[in-house]
């Protein structure tokens, strides 16, 4: 994961279609607002996209729950990629002009067809099934895409989901190391952890779990997109 951030940082960094903005990045509902990593570009970099590849492997826990969440992800990834990668949405909604950009929409769109695909055998009762390399990588690529498409700031929101579920085990073991030191006997916040775990053992089925988890996903999606024009 580390190496594989620093290769990403590095191409992204030294990239000529980025010339001039490649540190730069912008902040949700601030207008004409723009940040620069500077100097701390590559360690940020890394960071992004390891903790995103740690997420979705957090979520990968219920069939469909992973595969699902990240379609709907990439496919507003994809959105933002078509935006910022023409001269005249991106004047229009005074976003960073991404040249290029427009050539990601093609991906965006082949990984949400791949990612359909799969979840026709990964839905409730799963036949096939992704494993740790494949939620690892699908995190690396939600990653890389945000950073592409310049929207580092707003990943935590559209990818909501893979946040909540990777905050609660770290909630979950710090307050169990807390309580077992204090108490003298761990005690928990969740039932389990990560959260969808949480709602399994109160008795929800797992189907109605994670569709409740795509809904609240395709919720952030639009709030995510929203913030073109909420500035």
């Not at 590559?42 to 595969?67: E, K, M, R, Y």
């Not at 005249?88 to 991906?107: H, M």
């Not at 099934?129 to 707003?154: P, R």
Request: charged share 15%; with cysteine; glycine share 10%.
């Amino acid at each position: 994961q580390f190496i594989t951030g620093t290769i990403v940082a590095l191409v992204i960094y030294f990239a000529p279609s980025f010339e001039g903005i490649n540190t730069i990045t912008t902040i949700p509902f601030l207008k004409q607002l723009h940040f620069d990593f500077s100097y701390f570009y590559v360690p940020i970099i890394i960071f992004i996209i390891i903790g995103t590849s740690n997420a979705v492997n957090f979520t990968d826990g219920l069939d469909g729950l992973a595969i699902g969440t990240s379609g709907i992800v990439v496919f507003t990834l994809g959105i933002i990629a078509y935006v910022s990668g023409n001269v005249e949405t991106s004047k229009y909604l005074n976003i960073i002009y991404l040249k290029g950009n427009g050539e990601l929409v093609i991906y965006c769109g082949a990984l949400c067809g791949a990612a359909l695909g799969f979840l026709w055998y990964n839905s409730y009762p799963a036949q096939v099934f992704m494993g740790d390399t494949g939620s690892l990588a699908l995190g690396g690529v939600i990653a890389t895409l945000s950073i592409l498409v310049k929207k580092e700031f707003l990943l935590p929101l559209l990818g909501g989901i893979f946040f909540i579920e990777i905050l609660s085990v770290v909630i979950q073991r710090y307050y169990f190391k807390m309580t077992r030191r204090k108490y003298g006997e761990g005690r928990r916040v969740f039932k389990m952890a990560p959260l969808h775990h949480h709602y399994e053992m109160m008795g929800i089925p797992e189907p109605k779990i994670v569709m409740r988890f795509y809904i609240i996903a395709i919720i952030l999606a639009i709030m995510t997109l929203s913030t073109f024009k909420i500035r």
